[in-house]
C-alpha cells in the first residue's frame, strides 16, 4: 500500500469516528430527583415567610453545592458558576436600584438578597428545565431557548408575586415605579423590567455557547 493511500485511510478512519452519534442515557435518579428539586424549590418559598429573606437565600445558594454533589450532578456545578457570574454582574450594574422595606446584609457594597436570589433562581429554574428538555428532542439552540423561556418567564413571574404581595418583600428604591400589569410585581424602571426579562435568557444563551451538558444526560460509555 502507497503511502498516500495510508494517509488517505488513517483520514478516513479519523472523520468515521468523529462523525460516530453520540448516545445519551437519562440520570439513574431521575425520576426522584424532579420530586426533590421541585419540593425544595417550594419549601424554599414557602420559607420565605418564617426566616429573614437574605439568610434563607445564602443558605440555600451554599446548599446547593454539596447537595450537587451528593446527587451525582457534578456538572452542574459549572451552570451554577455562570448564574453566579451573571447574578455578580448584573448587581454590579444595578446595586444601586435595590433598597428593601427590611434589613438585607450587604457584602463588599452588594446587596446580598438579589445577589444570591439571582443566582440560586437563574441555576434552579434552569434545573427544573433540563428534566424536561428531552421529552422534546430539540437540537436547534434557539428552540431550546424558546423552551427555556417556557419556563422562565412564568417561574420569575410567580415567584416576584408571591414575594411582593403574601411575603411583602418590597424593593422600597423602586417604588415609584408602575410593576408589570396583572400581577403588579417587579417595581423598577422599564430598563430592569426588561432585565428581569432578558437575564434568564442571556444565562441560558452562555451556558450553550459554553457547551454545558444538560446534568440528567450522561454521556453511555463505548
Not at 143 to 167: D, N, Q, R, S
Not at 196 to 208: A, E
Request: hydrophobic share 50%; glycine share 4%; net charge positive.
Amino acid at each position: 500500500m502507497s503511502l498516500l493511500s495510508k494517509i488517505k485511510n488513517i483520514i478516513l478512519h479519523v472523520f468515521s469516528k468523529s462523525e460516530k452519534k453520540v448516545e445519551y442515557e437519562l440520570h439513574k435518579w431521575k425520576k426522584q430527583l424532579i420530586i426533590a428539586d421541585k419540593a425544595i424549590c417550594v419549601l424554599v418559598i414557602l420559607l420565605l415567610g418564617v426566616f429573614r429573606p437574605d439568610a434563607l437565600i445564602i443558605g440555600v445558594y451554599l446548599l446547593l453545592y454539596p447537595y450537587l454533589l451528593l446527587t451525582a450532578r457534578k456538572t452542574a456545578v459549572y451552570h451554577l458558576f455562570v448564574s453566579s457570574i451573571v447574578a455578580l454582574i448584573w448587581m454590579l450594574i444595578a446595586n444601586k436600584q435595590y433598597g428593601y422595606n427590611t434589613e438585607m446584609l450587604t457584602i463588599f457594597g452588594l446587596n446580598s438578597f438579589p445577589l444570591f436570589a439571582w443566582a440560586s433562581g437563574l441555576f434552579g429554574i434552569y434545573i427544573l428545565y433540563s428534566h424536561w428538555e428531552h421529552k422534546f428532542k430539540f437540537t436547534s439552540p434557539i428552540k431550546k431557548m424558546m423552551l427555556f423561556a417556557a419556563f422562565y418567564w412564568p417561574i420569575l413571574i410567580a415567584v416576584e408575586t408571591i414575594g411582593y404581595h403574601i411575603f411583602n418583600i418590597k424593593n422600597v428604591s423602586a417604588a415609584i415605579y408602575a410593576g408589570l400589569p396583572i400581577c403588579d410585581c417587579i417595581h423598577a424602571p422599564l430598563w430592569m423590567q426588561i432585565s428581569y426579562l432578558t437575564l434568564g435568557l442571556l444565562f441560558f444563551g452562555i451556558c450553550q455557547l459554553i457547551g454545558l451538558d444538560n446534568p440528567h444526560h450522561i454521556k453511555k460509555k463505548s
